[in-house]
């Protein structure tokens, strides 16, 4: 059995780990955006493609959705000290990573192969690639006309500005990852995990030919929103200035040409028919993943639900 | 008054703080060698800038001769916990400046204006410039047929190669700092401080028309090598190697067309007759920077000694 994940940041990551647990060794490839990566001090930072690492090595922080645990700030402390622009919270265990990551890439790696090299280093077993190799960038459009780099958006604005439409800069010109398109090839399910549609899973999907090769397998998404509201990050908030009632319907809806399947919580029931209208088969369970058990749990259910949708085509 | 010093790492730096002490506040500029600059982790290096800008704040590590006291390691253990290269070590607080140095050159900052930045950041209220706004790289060639960069001979072969020769590259299409040039040609006093002469200072006298600016002015140099030997560096050695008995002297007959006067410690008081022969007027005394009051003692003197020189030309 294999499984291909798409995933953006902490949801995503919390669902990947649950299926890095229920799986065995090699069944998983996770593939995560990359369009929020950003250069700070010159630095190639990869904020997803770290939560990712980090659940799936057990040194994610889990009260702040990003970084390391136990991390330190010193570097951090004397950067604000000298002036420095200190919007983008920089620990100083974290900073290794981007240090080395802007190092081998430097020496010509590739970032499918920096992160093979990264993700061994930590201690993660199961396949993790960036979604590209080439530079792809989430452009957020504002109410107030402004054109906001990702994380200026989410870290620097903390998501604060209406958006009015996405863009990701360089995605004519980048190619999927190759591995990633041999993982979907391969695979016997992709799961798109409960990440934002627009910012996460969007981004991956508009990259070449990915979403034709995808189309051919049996794919579920769990839905990032839950009563309306996500848990974490600006999905609903971004279906509302779009002019769409965030609901898991919506997400639903708006991946509605490609989705076999799609999980929602208990609380979003009333929504089944609906979904089921679409052509999609719904699966009603608990989404919330608080502890482990939770993670896992939802992965099983994932994966056994996935697994029993006829394929498509 | 105005008096310019040149300076690279360590010993170059206790005369310039001596110096900054006991000047007025304004009256000091130090030239500062950037051929030992090196690119780490995509970051822009600049060692002996560090060391002087540090000295002058009172935050060098006193005990290393490079990197700021009450460092921390947290980044740094990580990034040897990875497989990082770790033959040059970055404390924390030292990587904060780095980065922003980095960060600010990206800018379209010069080096010099990143300096000043630094320096104002760090309390440090005298003139620093580093030697030039461009790029060049001091080349160590080794008896053994290698061409090392500095940092490679100096920090991860720990001066262990036998050296042949020295080049500076990129030196022809380095332009010497304009701020250092206004300095100088306004100076009173130009001071060579006890810094390694084929490594810390040549660079700087190479660099366009410095040597001939130089020359227009009274100047003292002060012996970095005591008793045939240097207290921190390879300088002795590599005079050595080169076919030249490490000794003052030696020294003063390397400066020997440029120099006015010539500082030499106690102990080599026997070559006096002989640097004078060479048209330099010596001064013997004690050189030993130990305590804050020898840099202050060793300044003063320089300083006195310089302005009854003669002025040439």
């Not at 974290?94 to 920096?114: N, S, W, Y």
């Not at 930590?122 to 780099?149: A, E, F, I, Y």
């Not at 609906?274 to 994966?303: C, F, H, N, Y």
Request: proline letters at 4%; one cysteine or more; aromatic letters at 6%.
């Amino acid at each position: 059995m294999k499984i291909v994940a798409l995933a953006g940041g902490v949801g995503g990551a919390k669902l990947a780990e649950g299926l890095s647990k229920y799986l065995e060794h090699g069944q998983l490839t996770v593939i995560v955006n990359t369009g929020d990566d950003l250069d700070l001090f010159g630095l190639h930072i990869s904020p997803d493609l770290d939560t990712v690492c980090y659940t799936l090595a057990g040194l994610a922080n889990p009260t702040t959705g990003w970084g390391q645990k136990e991390e330190t700030w010193e570097v951090f402390r004397t950067l604000s000290k000298i002036g420095s622009p200190d919007w983008f919270r920089l620990g100083d265990h974290d900073l290794a990573i981007h240090l080395e990551r802007t190092r081998l890439l430097a020496e010509g790696m590739t970032l499918t192969e920096v992160t093979q090299r990264l993700c061994s280093k930590l201690g993660v077993t199961n396949q993790v690639l960036p979604m590209s190799d080439q530079t792809v960038h989430t452009m957020v459009h504002t109410r107030d006309n402004r054109r906001l780099s990702f994380q200026e958006y989410f870290v620097k604005e903390q998501c604060q500005p209406v958006v009015t439409r996405f863009e990701f800069d360089g995605i004519e010109k980048a190619n999927p990852s190759i591995n990633g398109i041999s993982a979907i090839q391969e695979c016997d399910l992709v799961v798109f995990c409960p990440s934002n549609p627009w910012v996460s899973i969007d981004p991956i999907l508009n990259l070449g030919n990915i979403r034709e090769i995808i189309k051919q397998k049996r794919i579920v998404a769990v839905s990032p929103i839950i009563g309306g509201k996500t848990l974490k990050g600006p999905a609903a908030k971004m279906f509302e200035e779009l002019g769409i009632q965030p609901s898991a319907a919506a997400v639903a809806e708006h991946y509605r040409d490609i989705l076999t399947g799609f999980i929602l919580d208990t609380i979003d029931r009333s929504s089944v028919e609906l979904i089921r209208g679409w052509g999609i088969i719904p699966l009603v369970t608990e989404t919330i993943m608080r502890s482990m058990e939770d993670r896992m749990q939802l992965a099983k259910e994932t994966i056994n639900f996935g697994l029993s949708l006829p394929l498509k085509g």
